[in-house]
């Protein structure tokens, strides 16, 4: 049995309220940001690229804190500290079978998106040109001058970390823990998961209606097929993608 495969509603228990329910979406990121914007001087010390903070950041505060609720919530379900019994927290344990006909259509639509979306997220960067550091806006390039080795190896790392490990994480805490305890019910709740979830992104406000807008459908989708799964898949498909991207310009320079 994985931590996927609980009944659904096991050890669900009652709704959170609202401040409660920011606090938790918004909380967790809004630590590893602070981190990242402080290892930012130290990135450029050591002659790594400003972003990677980032990902140290995620592997050192946000998956920690998200993994170490979970378990928190588990022992309070079952009264045991493990790993495996994070699945009696967790809601949408159907598995994918046929649903796997989606992914291909979704990560499509999220191309396209993502495409369609690039010129305004730019301007809105621009925008936002001396209030955020010039490393978290798009077109920054951090690589400049650095040696290839340490790009390579800063790009395994992401890919690792922000590619695979970070997302199934998120998608346990945000989706299979948070989503079925918020005050509002059914299909109504995706637009309130979405928001939250685009906003916890600090590192990029120029992509929030962006991520809202794929959010919105994926959370629908997870409700109403009540399939985890899916959420989880999109979301490693499309972090890695990415990865997959910069590592590849980084290998082909």
């Known amino acids: 049995m994985t931590t996927l495969d609980a009944p659904s509603g096991a050890s669900i228990g009652h709704r959170i309220g609202w401040p409660r329910t920011v606090a938790l979406h918004l909380g967790p990121g809004a630590a590893a940001f602070a981190v990242a914007l402080l290892l930012a001087p130290v990135m450029h010390a050591w002659r790594l690229p400003a972003g990677f903070g980032l990902t140290v950041a995620f592997a050192l505060v946000l998956t920690p804190l998200e993994l170490g ?8 379900a079952t009264g045991r500290w493990s790993v495996r019994e994070i699945r009696t927290v967790l809601a949408y344990p159907r598995r994918l079978g046929p ?6 259509v979704l990560f499509a639509f999220a191309l ?3 495409v369609v979306w690039s010129p305004a997220g730019a301007a809105i960067g621009d925008h936002l040109a001396g ?3 010039d490393w978290t806006l798009p ?5 400049a001058g650095l040696a290839r080795p340490v790009l390579v190896a800063t790009a395994l790392g992401t890919l690792a970390i922000d590619g695979i490990v970070n997302p199934i994480v998120e998608e346990l805490w945000f989706r299979g823990y948070l989503l079925p305890r918020m005050p509002v019910t059914g299909l109504a709740a995706a637009p309130w998961s979405a928001g939250l979830f685009a906003v916890q992104h600090y590192w990029q406000p120029y992509n929030w209606p962006l991520i809202f807008g794929l959010q919105v459908v994926i959370v629908a989708l997870v409700l109403r097929l009540r399939c985890l799964r899916l959420g989880v898949v999109m979301h490693v498909l499309a972090n890695t993608f990415g990865a997959v991207l910069t590592l590849s310009a980084v290998l082909a320079a």
């Open 69 to 76: 609720l979970l378990l928190r919530a588990a022992n309070r």
């Open 99 to 104: 649903i796997w006909l989606l992914v291909p």
């Open 139 to 143: 077109g920054y390039d951090d690589t």
């Open 112 to 114: 396209v998106a993502a």
């Open 131 to 133: 209030i955020y550091p």
